[in-house]
């Protein structure tokens, strides 16, 4: 007899470089800098793809989509993040919920949470409901108080459907 419930973590981190678009939560987020990535550099569906392999036992997000291979040079995270639902759903398993926090100095991202959220449940085919997302800053200290980079945590609870 196995659990129902799984839960899974995540995290990612990108350098910040001038001159790149800045990609958080499938959204464009007008800023003088970027991720510098082999992808779009979206941190945060990537630490939430993480916690989804994760939570199902699938490994990670290199593992699926290493970033060596050419066909995911520049691609859109929000395609990885619907490949992994594929996966997770393969497997037989929903998303519950999923708890994710964004930690970077600027931009102030509070006016894109909501639109964030949108975008990421009409991938994943989930209620926006059981999307929750927060930023913080980290007042001024390391990598990221120095806006070097970017960083995201990613919890998500996943529940094995009946029949499957």
């Not at 520049?74 to 929903?94: A, F, P, T, W």
């Not at 926006?128 to 970017?150: D, H, Y």
Request: aromatic share 6%.
């Amino acid at each position: 007899m196995g659990c129902n419930f799984r839960i899974g973590n995540g995290y990612d981190v990108h350098r910040l470089a001038e001159g790149l678009p800045l990609w958080l939560g499938g959204i464009e987020v007008a800023h003088s800098k970027g991720c510098v990535a082999h992808s779009d550099g979206d941190v945060l569906i990537h630490a939430l793809c993480d916690a989804l392999l994760g939570a199902a036992n699938l490994r990670d997000i290199g593992h699926h989509f290493p970033d060596n291979d050419a066909a995911y040079k520049n691609i859109d995270s929000k395609i990885l993040l619907q490949k992994v639902m594929d996966l997770l759903r393969k497997k037989g398993y929903e998303l519950v919920n999923a708890d994710i926090t964004l930690i970077l100095q600027r931009p102030k991202i509070q006016s894109f949470i909501e639109k964030m959220q949108q975008r990421l449940s009409a991938v994943m085919q989930v209620s926006q409901e059981q999307i929750s997302l927060k930023a913080t800053t980290s007042e001024g200290i390391g990598f990221v108080g120095r806006e070097e980079g970017v960083a995201a945590y990613a919890t998500v609870l996943v529940e094995k459907v009946k029949g499957s």
